[in-house]
């Protein structure tokens, strides 16, 4: 089956620092890639969705010089999470979509724990 | 845009016991999905299922398209079913494969 990666799975850092999160598509290629927030006991919040060779597309509110997107090749997405501060810790998951447009089914990363002090 | 609801939000069940999750959905979509996301987090797809029934051994999924709903049967439950399951479509109108999600159904399952 499908498997999509995200390393690292849980990462603390310093109020201040950047933070760069791996999501990669193991057996097979995406062209797309979403990444996802989540706050303890909530559902999944879509932050943006990652194109292979453009630029990422950000939802409403999710500021883009905050968060970079960065879609480097076909099976490898990379979120980085710039001057970090407590507010930005959460669960950040991706996702990779198999199958034709609006009919595909997505697989997602383990997520990636992130804690800012 | 689309509102999706799921019940219920929380539920408690005994191992060995059977249970019905409800998603609504307010408009048409091109695409549903179940997926179950486990105490550590890890999403996993159960189903992709815009409309019929599917079943994948003791899970699963009716979805009458027609009367915006979709349900999620769970037979002889296992403490391994505990976690919470999600629903989630993507609009007919919309022009993207973004998935619109509910807010899920709690379940934890008792030895």
């Known amino acids: 089956g499908a498997v999509v990666s995200q390393h690292p799975s849980w990462v603390i850092c310093k109020s201040g620092t950047s933070v760069k999160i791996e999501c990669r598509s193991l057996?097979?290629?995406?062209?797309?890639m979403f990444w996802y927030r989540q706050f303890p006991k909530q559902s999944l919040m879509l932050m943006a969705t990652?194109?292979?060779?453009?630029?990422?597309?950000?939802e409403q509110g999710v500021e883009k010089d905050k968060f970079l997107i960065n879609h480097a090749s076909l099976t490898l997405s990379t979120l980085t999470v710039t001057s970090a501060h407590p507010e930005d810790s959460s669960f950040y998951i991706c996702s990779a979509p198999i199958g034709t447009w609006v009919s595909d089914t997505q697989y997602f990363g383990p997520g990636t724990r992130l804690t800012v002090l | 845009g689309i509102q999706v609801e799921q019940s219920p939000p929380d539920l408690i069940l005994q191992e060995g016991a059977n249970s019905t999750l409800r998603c609504n959905f307010s408009d048409s979509v091109n695409n549903l999905q179940w997926f179950h996301q486990n105490p550590w987090g890890q999403l996993i797809n159960l189903f992709y299922?815009?409309?019929?029934?599917k079943q994948n051994g003791r899970l699963s999924a009716t979805t009458v398209a027609t009367e915006r709903y979709s349900l999620l049967y769970i037979s002889s439950s296992q403490t391994t079913d505990s976690g919470v399951y999600f629903c989630a479509v993507v609009p007919r109108a919309g022009n993207n494969r973004k998935l619109i999600w509910g807010l899920g159904t709690s379940l934890a399952v008792n030895p």
């Open positions: 057996d097979f290629q995406a062209t797309t």
């Open positions: 299922i815009p409309s019929g029934t």
């Open positions: 990652s194109n292979e060779g453009s630029k990422a597309t950000y």
